[in-house]
């Protein structure tokens, strides 16, 4: 396995923990454009693949903000939302404990350690994925599908 692979697995693993509890760490997504400014950033999933047909593609699932139901006060996702995306990359490389992504459209994705908003949103997606049923949770981890149907859509 590729040093940047196992680097992106241990982030979205959570296994750089400074308190050995995988709870508490994570990886987010951090796009900048051409210019070095920041167009997207989210918390990622804690899953991954490298496309079997495609090279240099990875699929990630950047996690889009949840919000509170009012009956439950537990945060809840659109899963509809929350879709796999692509990263397809002309170059990869690891930059300490990030690993930086050319894009083929200019742009640069880096996953890097989560922290502060991203690092809470992921929490609160991981406490959500603990009340999917074994099959929805097979379903994200796969990242074989570009939509959602079904519950939390």
Not at 35 to 59: I, K, P, S
Request: glycine share 8%.
């Amino acid at each position: 396995m590729p040093e940047w692979q196992r680097i992106v697995e241990g982030l979205l693993s959570g296994s750089h923990s400074p308190t050995g509890d995988d709870a508490d760490a994570g990886a987010q997504l951090v796009v900048t454009d051409p210019g070095g400014q920041v167009v997207f950033r989210a918390a990622l999933a804690r899953h991954c693949r490298l496309d079997q047909d495609e090279e240099n593609l990875l699929w990630i699932r950047p996690i889009a903000p949840g919000s509170d139901d009012p009956s439950s006060g537990v945060r809840v996702y659109n899963l509809e939302l929350c879709r796999r995306r692509a990263l397809t990359w002309e170059k990869v490389e690891s930059a300490g404990e990030a690993v930086i992504f050319t894009l083929q459209n200019g742009q640069v994705a880096r996953v890097e350690p989560a922290q502060n908003k991203e690092l809470e949103e992921l929490q609160a997606w991981d406490a959500f994925i603990l009340g999917l049923s074994a099959d929805e949770e097979q379903e994200l981890d796969s990242l074989d599908s570009d939509s959602w149907c079904g519950r939390h859509s």
